[in-house]
Structure formats: C-alpha cells, structure tokens
C-alpha cells in the first residue's frame, strides 16, 4: 500500500478534520456504505501499513507499530471516571483542544498515515474505531497479547466534549487547575494537557516516590487498579522510544501553525532529529519485540539521573556494562533509560511487588496487560450490549454485565392496574413514585452510557445511601406487594419506572408508551461517580446546571419540561433532589402535572431566604407570598437561554404536557442499547 499523500493536498482534503463524509481516493469503489461488523480487513490494512516506511516521517526501526500504539493509548487515555469525559469514543483527537495537547505532539502524523485506510472504508469506519484498532494491530504485530476489540464508536463532528478536558474557558469555570501540574479530580490528568501525569515527576522534579504518589492518585481517577496500572506503564514502555533530540523543541502546535504543525526544530525534525516528549530515551533492548524485559532492567540496574539531550531530567544505569538498543534509524546504538514515573514503580511497596511479578512471569504480565489495555481502550464504550465485531471479549466486571432479559414477560397492563390501586388509596403516592423513578433514571450518564434504570441500583449502596434518595427505601416498601405478585418476571426495574409513567398518567400527564425488559443487578457496581451533580442546593452554578444536563444527554428545552414537572407533581415531605415540592408548608397539595412552574417562575420576583425546619436550606422566596423555588429554578428566569425556553411554556400547557412526555420517555429508555448506535424501545 502506498502512503505517500502530499501535505498541500491532505490540507485541501481537510485531511485532520473532515468526518463522517470523508472524501474518497481515487479507486476507491464505495462498496463499504454500512458500518463494519468485522475488521478483518481493516487489520490486514494497518499491518500493511507498519512497516511501509515514509519519507515525511520515516519510521522507528521500520515499525509504525510504537507510535500507532502511542496514537491509541492518548486517544483511549484521556477518559476519566468523575463524568465519563473523554475516552477514544468520538475520535476527538483531531480536533481542538486535544490534537494541540503537549503530550499529542506529532499525533497528526500517525493520523495522515492512517487516512488511506480511513478514506478506503468511509463512512463504514470511524475514526475512533480506526486508531483503537490500529493500536491493537501494532501490538499484536510485535508480539503482545489482546484481549479482543469492542466495535462501534462514532464519530464526534468537533471537539467540544472535549472542553471539559481543558485548556478551555469551560473547564477552567467547572474544573479549575490553579496549579497546572498539581490539578485534583474531577480532573482527569495531574496536568491539563498531559495524558496522565508528569513522566519527569510532579510540577517537572524528579523525585520517584513522590511520583508514585502521583500515578495511583491519576489512574485511580480512571478506575485502575495497582496491577492495571503497573501493566499499562510497563506494556507502553516495552515498545519504541521517547524523542528529544535537542532543547530546541517540536515547533509550533497545530492551534498556532494548522498547516505544517510541530516541524520539529532539531534538525531536519525527523528520524534521529525527532522531537517529542522531549526525553531521548528507549526502554528495552528489542522496542519492536513484545517481552517484560522493562521490568527486568528495572530492577536488575541502579539508575542515576541526568539531563537528555531534550534537557529533560531523566535516567541511565549506573556502572560500564550498558545495555544498548539500535538507533531508530538503525545505525548506530542507544543505551537504554528510565523515566522517573517508571522509577517510581520501585518506590512503592505494591508497585514493586508487581514489578517482580512480571519481571519473573511472563504469562501473568501477558494475561494483565491484554485486559487492562482492552479496559483503557474501552471503557468509554458502556456495557458489552453497546460493541459490535467479529472479535468482542465477554462481558467485564467493569461493563457492570446484567442478566438477560427473560423470555418471557408479564403482561403490563395488569401491573398498571395494581399500581394504580395504590394511587387511588394514597394520592401522595404520585410524588413517591414520579420521584423514585426519576431519581432511577436521572443516573444515566451519555458520556460513558453508565447509570439509567436498567439495573434499578438505587435500591443498593451506594445509591441508597445517598442523601437525594432518603425515604426512597419507604417507596421500593409500598411497590413491594405489586413486585411479589409477578414474581421474577417482572424485574424492580421495569416496577420502578411503570411506576413513575402511571403516576405521571394519573397526575394529568399524557399516555406514555411503556418498553419493558430491564433486568436487575445484584449490586450498586459502577454507581460510585453517579451521584447526582444538581440538587436543588443554593451552591449549585449555571455552569454545573447545564453540564449536569449535557451529562445525562438532554437539552436544556428537555431538562426545563422534566425539572418543571419535578416542581408540579414531586414527593411533598421527607424528600431531597429535583423531584419535589418546593411550598414544603403549603396547606393545600395540587398534585396535577401541569406548566404552573414556568408561570410562577416568570410572574414574580425572588428573593433569597433561609427555609427553618429539620434540615436548614437556602431558597428562593416570591417577594409577595410564600411561594419558593430553588436557585437552579430561578436561573430559568434569570439566564436568558433558560428563560427563553420558560417563555415558550408560560402559556401553553398542552405543549408542556407533549414534551415532558418525550423528555421522559427519552430518559427512561436513554440505557436500552441496541449496539453501538440503535435503541430497543425506538
């Protein structure tokens, strides 16, 4: 396959921008108009690809396969368990603000070789799903164990999920880094800019113990664990090497120069002229070569540190006999090095236990690196239902697997009609039940497809525990007869949000079509970053408001119908959240969904007060009644994209009626997947 594509015609093409519609070379037939469910092919392509060397950036060794990796890992790697921001989902790495990170440097690179195959395929293939199996490729072209490949990303059309990664105005207003170099969750990266953390050490020194402290602090904020983490370091650096050739740096970043990005100033700026991380340096003494030869050197040397070339701190063995690698080019030698967050590994107990582990069990090193890659590489993508291919691994612990849907379902009409008996012998149940459901279904989180109803984990810890869900145990209490009169095949799940539509029918709300076939986990696992982000609480930000929507994947039209309704119908007493009354001390209940929140909101003005009762709260009070709201009520009046959806429902109740029926519909079922980019319930 030939690669070479001049820069001026990539640039026309948009080659680093354009999506969906990609532009086709010539010969490429078009027969790939769907999406792909075996990739087959597209392997075979990229193994073509990895050792057909090219001028414009000639390749390590003759292998594409360490940079190809690298390109994955930072695509994968900037996902964070805080709100399921970033991940590979999306291929957002060409876009602003990640392709002009410093930890991205010359990224634009491995992406222009891979757009033969990306323009060969189409539409049939994503980028997202291209660089991840681009990176599983390289890795089993050297040697190295996988666990298997999910399918089905998509691709985003800019790069503005990726705000909240920073730098950006966004993140700096939600996710401030006074320090950069020292940023704390929810913040991904110990560094906006950087992957996971300095590999020089914390705020640039290099101190590895204090290093070590760092990385369990960084990858615990992506859900890994001790031997993850370890495996993932030491699996990275058994390929290829670090370029820093010279202090003079890689140049200008696309942001500043789109057209010839990152030239390189040492040299010619390529080959053995290279610049990127700025740390000249390789690990092994085979970096094509899959081994655990990394944790071999680590502990079998003593290290000392010195400047590289890049005048970056870095380490060589002590003493004459040095282990050497070739050049990249192949013609002369490079002594081999360490980093300090690879030192680091040495300076904490059970990062050196691991060490030694891998260092002496090659087979148990294979087994953690081929699950923990496939966990970075996919973690992002939600549940297995969500992957397609010819090679998806079973369920992990951490897809939080469900059981299948049974075979056989109850009929839904006679479980309306028990629930409905409830209602009309306690009316007060028409809050408990639009709220249970709502506190259910108001987990599910679109960035990372965690959380929904599916599963009803919010009869577990830590759900349960939560202080929005207090007395929602008292609610799961008064379904319990209707759930033991269907018996297993009528899951709490599909009972928690039938519940919450016939409530909201019962409350004047229109007939909403039920989906049935949720099944239920048998623990609260993967809830722990759930907990809701909007409470109703006086410290609650516009900025937090509308990233909590955003999170859950609504519009702020369909948040503004649904918090609305919250105000009209929630539970009245003993409540916490969206989904509740608002006049605790009010003597007369409407327990009628209507648009009377937007009337009230827009008719009157609000002043700040101290509701006094068993739980002090701060609210907002109608200047001339005794009428409350909470501050992210009153900012549907105050900001003007809020109001002006308030202003489309002050006197239009029947539109109101419409859309909170879609708008809960739509959240109820947000988790029903059907693959990568279909709904069971649509």
């Given at each position: 396959?030939?690669?070479?594509?001049?820069?001026?015609?990539?640039?026309?093409?948009?080659?680093?921008?354009?999506?969906?519609?990609?532009?086709?070379?010539?010969?490429?037939?078009?027969?790939?108009?769907?999406?792909?469910?075996?990739?087959?092919?597209?392997?075979?392509?990229?193994?073509?690809?990895?050792?057909?060397?090219?001028?414009?950036?000639?390749?390590?060794?003759?292998?594409?396969?360490?940079?190809?990796?690298?390109?994955?890992?930072?695509?994968?790697?900037?996902?964070?368990?805080?709100?399921?921001?970033?991940g590979g989902n999306g291929g957002r790495q060409r876009f602003?603000?990640?392709?002009?990170?410093?930890?991205?440097?010359?990224?634009?690179?491995?992406?222009?070789?891979?757009?033969?195959?990306?323009?060969?395929?189409?539409?049939?293939?994503?980028?997202?799903?291209?660089?991840?199996?681009?990176?599983?490729?390289?890795?089993?072209?050297m040697g190295g164990p996988l666990l298997g490949f999910c399918?089905?990303?998509?691709?985003?059309?800019?790069?503005?999920?990726?705000?909240?990664?920073?730098?950006?105005?966004?993140?700096?207003?939600?996710?401030?880094?006074?320090?950069?170099?020292?940023?704390?969750?929810?913040?991904?990266?110990?560094?906006?800019?950087?992957?996971?953390?300095?590999?020089?050490?914390?705020?640039?020194?290099?101190?590895?113990?204090?290093?070590?402290?760092?990385?369990?602090?960084?990858?615990?904020?992506?859900?890994?664990?001790?031997?993850?983490?370890?495996?993932?370091?030491?699996?990275?650096?058994?390929?290829?090497?670090?370029?820093?050739?010279?202090?003079?740096?890689?140049?200008?970043?696309?942001?500043?120069?789109?057209?010839?990005?990152?030239?390189?100033?040492?040299?010619?700026?390529?080959?053995?002229?290279?610049?990127?991380?700025?740390?000249?340096?390789?690990?092994?003494?085979?970096?094509?070569?899959?081994?655990?030869?990394?944790?071999?050197?680590?502990?079998?040397?003593?290290?000392?540190?010195?400047?590289?070339?890049?005048?970056?701190?870095?380490?060589?063995?002590?003493?004459?006999?040095?282990?050497?690698?070739?050049?990249?080019?192949?013609?002369?030698?490079?002594?081999?090095?360490?980093?300090?967050?690879?030192?680091?590994?040495?300076?904490?107990?059970?990062?050196?236990?691991?060490?030694?582990?891998?260092?002496?069990?090659?087979?148990?090193?294979?087994?953690?690196?081929?699950?923990?890659?496939?966990?970075?590489?996919?973690?992002?993508?939600?549940?297995?239902?969500?992957?397609?291919?010819?090679?998806?691994?079973?369920?992990?612990?951490?897809?939080?697997?469900?059981?299948?849907?049974?075979?056989?379902?109850?009929?839904?009409?006679?479980?309306?009609?028990?629930?409905r008996k409830i209602l009309n012998k306690n009316r007060g149940?028409?809050?408990?039940?639009?709220?249970?459901?709502?506190?259910?279904?108001?987990?599910?989180?679109?960035?990372?497809?965690?959380?929904?109803?599916?599963?009803?984990?919010?009869?577990?810890?830590?759900?349960?525990?939560?202080?929005?869900?207090?007395?929602?145990?008292?609610?799961?209490?008064?379904?319990?007869?209707?759930?033991?009169?269907?018996?297993?095949?009528?899951?709490?799940?599909?009972?928690?949000?039938?519940?919450?539509?016939?409530?909201?029918?019962?409350?004047?709300?229109?007939?909403?079509?039920?989906?049935?076939?949720?099944?239920?986990?048998?623990?609260?696992?993967?809830?722990?970053?759930?907990?809701?982000?909007?409470?109703?609480?006086?410290?609650?930000?516009?900025?937090?408001?509308?990233?909590?929507?955003?999170?859950?994947?609504?519009?702020?039209?369909?948040?503004?119908?649904?918090?609305?309704?919250?105000?009209?119908?929630?539970?009245?007493?003993?409540?916490?959240?969206?989904?509740?009354?608002?006049?605790?001390?009010?003597?007369?209940?409407?327990?009628?969904?209507?648009?009377?929140?937007?009337?009230?909101?827009?008719?009157?003005?609000?002043?700040?007060?101290?509701?006094?009762?068993?739980?002090?709260?701060?609210?907002?009070?109608?200047?001339?009644?005794?009428?409350?709201?909470?501050?992210?009520?009153?900012?549907?009046?105050?900001?003007?994209?809020?109001?002006?959806?308030?202003?489309?429902?002050?006197?239009?109740?029947?539109?109101?009626?419409?859309?909170?029926?879609?708008?809960?519909?739509?959240?109820?079922?947000?988790?029903?997947?059907?693959?990568?980019?279909?709904?069971?319930?649509?």
């Amino acid at each position: 396959m030939k690669l070479i594509l001049s820069l001026v015609y990539l640039h026309n093409l948009g080659w680093d921008n354009h999506i969906m519609g990609y532009p086709r070379i010539p010969g490429n037939t078009g027969d790939h108009q769907r999406r792909l469910d075996n990739f087959d092919d597209v392997i075979k392509d990229v193994n073509e690809l990895l050792t057909d060397s090219q001028e414009f950036w000639p390749a390590d060794y003759g292998n594409y396969g360490p940079l190809l990796i690298r390109l994955a890992w930072h695509s994968a790697g900037t996902y964070r368990s805080s709100d399921g921001r970033g991940g590979g989902n999306g291929g957002r790495q060409r876009f602003e603000p990640e392709r002009s990170w410093p930890d991205n440097t010359n990224l634009d690179k491995a992406r222009r070789l891979l757009i033969p195959i990306k323009q060969k395929y189409g539409e049939a293939l994503s980028w997202g799903d291209l660089i991840i199996i681009a990176g599983n490729t390289a890795i089993q072209n050297m040697g190295g164990p996988l666990l298997g490949f999910c399918g089905g990303r998509a691709d985003a059309l800019d790069g503005s999920d990726s705000a909240m990664l920073g730098p950006s105005k966004e993140q700096e207003t939600l996710m401030p880094c006074p320090v950069n170099g020292a940023c704390k969750a929810p913040l991904g990266a110990s560094t906006v800019g950087l992957i996971y953390v300095n590999p020089a050490g914390p705020m640039g020194v290099p101190v590895p113990k204090k290093s070590s402290l760092d990385i369990r602090e960084v990858f615990g904020r992506m859900n890994m664990n001790d031997t993850e983490t370890v495996a993932l370091i030491g699996g990275g650096h058994s390929f290829g090497k670090g370029h820093g050739a010279c202090p003079a740096g890689a140049g200008k970043p696309p942001k500043e120069d789109p057209i010839n990005p990152w030239p390189g100033n040492c040299g010619k700026g390529t080959g053995n002229d290279t610049f990127t991380s700025g740390f000249e340096i390789v690990w092994t003494t085979n970096p094509t070569e899959w081994d655990n030869e990394f944790f071999k050197n680590l502990l079998l040397f003593d290290w000392q540190i010195y400047k590289g070339p890049g005048n970056s701190f870095q380490w060589t063995m002590k003493g004459d006999k040095r282990p050497a690698a070739p050049s990249a080019d192949g013609k002369t030698k490079q002594t081999i090095g360490m980093l300090t967050s690879d030192l680091a590994l040495l300076h904490d107990d059970s990062y050196l236990d691991i060490v030694k582990k891998f260092a002496s069990d090659q087979a148990a090193f294979d087994h953690a690196f081929a699950n923990a890659w496939y966990k970075l590489t996919t973690r992002d993508m939600g549940p297995v239902t969500r992957c397609i291919g010819n090679n998806v691994p079973p369920s992990q612990p951490w897809q939080y697997p469900l059981p299948p849907t049974p075979s056989n379902l109850p009929n839904f009409s006679p479980v309306r009609k028990a629930i409905r008996k409830i209602l009309n012998k306690n009316r007060g149940a028409i809050g408990k039940f639009a709220r249970l459901a709502w506190q259910s279904i108001s987990t599910f989180r679109s960035t990372d497809y965690l959380g929904g109803g599916n599963g009803a984990r919010i009869r577990f810890s830590p759900q349960k525990d939560w202080s929005v869900n207090k007395n929602l145990n008292k609610v799961l209490y008064l379904l319990r007869p209707v759930k033991e009169k269907f018996g297993e095949s009528l899951s709490w799940a599909d009972l928690i949000v039938l519940a919450g539509n016939t409530a909201i029918e019962r409350a004047g709300g229109k007939r909403m079509v039920f989906c049935g076939g949720r099944t239920d986990a048998l623990d609260g696992e993967g809830s722990t970053d759930l907990k809701p982000k909007i409470t109703g609480d006086f410290y609650d930000s516009l900025a937090q408001l509308k990233e909590f929507m955003k999170l859950m994947g609504l519009s702020q039209r369909e948040f503004a119908v649904l918090n609305a309704g919250g105000y009209a119908i929630g539970e009245q007493y003993g409540c916490d959240g969206l989904f509740c009354k608002r006049d605790v001390q009010a003597f007369k209940t409407d327990y009628r969904l209507s648009n009377r929140f937007f009337a009230i909101l827009q008719s009157k003005d609000w002043i700040k007060h101290t509701v006094y009762g068993n739980n002090q709260k701060r609210m907002y009070k109608a200047s001339d009644s005794h009428t409350f709201m909470f501050s992210t009520d009153v900012m549907f009046k105050e900001d003007s994209e809020l109001n002006d959806v308030t202003n489309q429902y002050v006197y239009d109740n029947e539109k109101f009626l419409d859309d909170f029926a879609a708008a809960w519909t739509k959240l109820a079922n947000a988790d029903r997947f059907d693959g990568p980019y279909g709904n069971l319930c649509n």
